[in-house]
């Protein structure tokens, strides 16, 4: 079932009230018609036409830009005639923000979901107990992960560092997001490398670990790479949603042969900029979960990136709380976790969280195996 | 032939210069290694750790953002042994702006195109001169271009509008970018009818418009529109790049089904935020045209949108200088094109370019095929 209009929520830089309503009004226009009022028929005006139902200051103390001296908080009602007949995400996500990416000072921070199809977003294949459930991990404590680097390494080398971070039972073993096909560690030699490597590790450890390969590519070469992963044993699969294009997430999420995916950031921050976008809670946490990630990786507070812990918060809770009936999904904070951190951020972001360590393992004194240990186990003693 | 590196260019925002160093520095780590400099063999900082060439201030007099009290320019090299075996966009993107699409105040300015190989960005198929042939249009002067809307028609009310442009002489008539395969005119329909449209006018005045029908969509499916917008005789396509995903530019350029392409910029507006991401030049008029559009759509100065004139001719600029062995192809500045500014406009943008015009002729007091003839012979009578 769905509904004849969808409500979007903005939230508009400007200088006034007056200001923040004549936004919200062109972004009604640009968004739908795309043409001056005085050219509409009165049945376009009242169909397809963006309907704005309300601008009200926002409560906020966001830092403000440019000449803007205030936020106002704007509701939009659009009519889903506007979407294509098959539900295509291109034109959702041009609904969402395809012209309105050239204006500046305005951020999407809500969808109403319910008033679109199931099919269009379905939601994670696996989630949270999925995941678990998938990986044999039997009790509700927080999961392990690292990365597989550098490139350059060649896939011997990588498979030795997989061998050694399964040794020390990290959970999940990922690619870096930089290892696609190179030269220096051909995907399939390193897929198969790792995966005996993991699988070796298991035989004298009696846990084993998961390996997720990159397989970020152009085109159908990612859904070829997701074949090949799922067939050769590997535990999930990572790409890079905004790198392949956003509709390929969903299609290895509808794809047959299931495996978990872990959703990279790279090349979306343009998406999730300060004041601009879409929040990242609404980009990483809904949009991404409703399109299939089993796990979210964004870059940690106190990282090399620039989230705040409270940011940070909000994309975990947007990945766990109820929206639809899609399963909750893993938010994966990357960066900025180190051994006395740890605790800390296990007590505030809870045990539905994947931890991604990569750094700070391969400098660890006592080498990378003594290093992912010390990790694992904190994790396990941890449990809730 | 390949280069062993291949040199980025970027503009730093940065307290001072230390500061602007540090940024290079973290530019470099973070696109190529991704791991501490402790960790790293002597082999891995010799070959795929990117490295600081230059860094030095800015000749710039752009607004200051943030804490940042002045502007910086870098120049960093990476190794082409990080790009995959196939050449493979999204690992290209990747590195042009994977993970610090997360930073802030980072912006791509130049890339060393001759170090890629040829193949990897073919440049436009038809161009300029090749697009002007395919429409038979024989003297060097601006084309006209406008677009069908609004999205809530039905595909023969489209074709109406669609026979009333052809019929005042408007040479390129596309589909509003927002006319996807709604059910008000589902692409199919639409593609038949305004084909027979264009025929029909041309019947009537000898001259034949274009009709160029957005095939924008997810996956294979855009291919699909593009093989169907060949067979049913329009006479080029409209796309947007960033909705299908880069690469699908490329693939269409590189289909044997040959028609021009033109890219319009829906939810591409984020990497070209100020100060951030690539330069518009640079991202439309470099990247764009070398993927294989034959257009760029772009928001002109005085319209709905915020780019300066300047800005608008560095794109225009940068769609036609000498880059390898490409093509020049079509600035086709959108919006803040009316009667009264189209002098200046043609007299400071040139010969080389597309004029697209909406709103305004629908507002025409005379009607549409009025309006259109009074816009198409401005151009005409204005050959150089």
Same mark, same amino acid.
């Given at each position: 079932?769905?509904?004849?209009?969808?409500? /979007?929520?903005?939230?508009?830089?400007? $200088?006034?009230?007056?200001?923040?309503?004549?936004?919200?009004?062109?972004?009604a226009?640009?968004?739908?018609? *795309?043409?001056?009022?005085?050219?509409?028929?009165?049945?376009?005006?009242? +169909?397809?036409?963006? %309907?704005?139902?309300e601008?009200k200051?926002?409560?906020t103390?966001?830092?403000?830009?440019d000449?803007?001296?205030? !936020?106002?908080?704007?509701?939009?009602?659009? +009519?889903?005639?506007?979407?294509?007949?098959?539900?295509?995400?291109?034109?959702?996500?041009n609904?969402?923000?395809?012209?309105? +990416?050239?204006?500046?000072?305005?951020?999407l921070?809500?969808?109403?979901?319910?008033?679109?199809?199931?099919?269009? /977003?379905?939601?994670?294949a696996?989630?949270?107990?999925?995941? %678990?459930?998938h990986?044999?991990?039997?009790?509700?404590?927080?999961?392990?992960?690292?990365?597989?680097?550098? #490139?350059?390494? &060649?896939?011997?080398?990588?498979?030795?560092?997989? =061998?050694?971070?399964? /040794?020390?039972?990290?959970?999940?073993?990922?690619?870096?997001?930089?290892?696609?096909?190179?030269? $220096?560690a051909?995907?399939?030699?390193?897929?198969?490398k790792?995966?005996?490597?993991?699988?070796?590790?298991?035989d *004298?450890?009696?846990?084993?670990?998961?390996?997720?390969?990159?397989?970020?590519?152009?085109g159908?070469?990612?859904?070829?790479?997701? *074949?090949?992963?799922?067939?050769?044993?590997?535990?999930?699969?990572l790409? &890079?949603?905004?790198?392949?294009g956003? &509709?390929?997430?969903?299609?290895?999420?509808?794809?047959?042969?299931?495996?978990?995916?872990?959703?990279?950031?790279?090349?979306?921050?343009?998406? #999730?900029?300060?004041?601009?976008?879409?929040?990242?809670?609404?980009?990483?946490?809904?949009?991404?979960?409703?399109?299939?990630?089993? !796990?979210?990786?964004?870059?940690?507070?106190?990282?090399? !990136?620039?989230? &705040?812990?409270?940011?940070c918060?909000?994309?975990n809770?947007s990945?766990?709380?109820?929206?639809?009936?899609?399963?909750?999904?893993?938010?994966t904070?990357?960066?900025?976790?180190?051994?006395?951190?740890?605790?800390?951020?296990?007590?505030?972001?809870?045990?539905?969280?994947?931890?991604?360590?990569?750094? $700070?393992? =391969?400098?660890?004194?006592?080498?990378?195996?003594?290093?992912?240990? *010390? !990790?694992?186990?904190m994790?396990?003693?941890?449990?809730?």
């Open positions: 079932m769905t509904a004849e209009r969808i409500e /979007l929520s903005y939230r508009i830089a400007a $200088s006034d009230a007056n200001q923040a309503a004549e936004t919200a009004r062109r972004i226009y640009e968004q739908s018609v *795309e043409l001056p009022d005085d050219v509409l028929t009165d049945i376009i005006r009242n +169909s397809i036409l963006g %309907r704005v139902l601008v200051p926002a409560d103390d966001s830092p403000k830009q000449d803007a001296s205030a !936020f106002f908080d704007a509701r939009i009602s659009f +009519s889903t005639g506007f979407l294509s007949q098959e539900w295509e995400l291109s034109q959702f996500l609904l969402l923000f395809g012209n309105i +990416s050239l204006f500046r000072g305005v951020q921070t809500g969808v109403e979901w319910d008033a679109l199809p199931v099919d269009m /977003l379905p939601g994670p696996f989630g949270c107990s999925g995941v %678990r459930a990986h044999g991990i039997t009790t509700q404590r927080a999961l392990s992960c690292t990365a597989l680097k550098p #490139v350059g390494l &060649s896939a011997d080398d990588l498979a030795r560092h997989c =061998y050694h971070f399964a /040794l020390g039972g990290i959970d999940i073993i990922k690619d870096d997001h930089g290892l696609a096909d190179q030269a $220096s051909p995907f399939d030699a390193r897929l198969e790792c995966v005996a490597a993991i699988q070796r590790a298991a *004298e450890t009696g846990r084993a670990s998961a390996y997720y390969p990159n397989i970020t590519a152009d159908e070469e990612t859904l070829h790479r997701y *074949e090949m992963a799922a067939e050769a044993g590997a535990g999930g699969v790409m &890079s949603p905004q790198l392949t956003l &509709s390929m997430l969903r299609r290895l999420r509808n794809h047959e042969a299931k495996l978990p995916i872990m959703a990279h950031p790279a090349f979306s921050g343009a998406y #999730v900029q300060p004041g601009y976008g879409f929040t990242p809670e609404l980009y990483y946490g809904e949009l991404w979960r409703g399109l299939g990630a089993d !796990f979210i990786i964004y870059p940690n507070a106190g990282g090399r !990136f620039s989230f &705040s812990r409270e940011a918060q909000r994309i809770e990945c766990r709380k109820p929206i639809r009936d899609w399963a909750g999904c893993f938010p904070p990357g960066g900025g976790v180190q051994r006395e951190s740890l605790p800390g951020l296990l007590e505030d972001y809870g045990p539905d969280t994947v931890f991604l360590i990569g750094g $700070s393992l =391969y400098q660890h004194p006592a080498g990378i195996t003594e290093g992912s240990r *010390e !990790f694992a186990e994790l396990v003693s941890d449990e809730f």
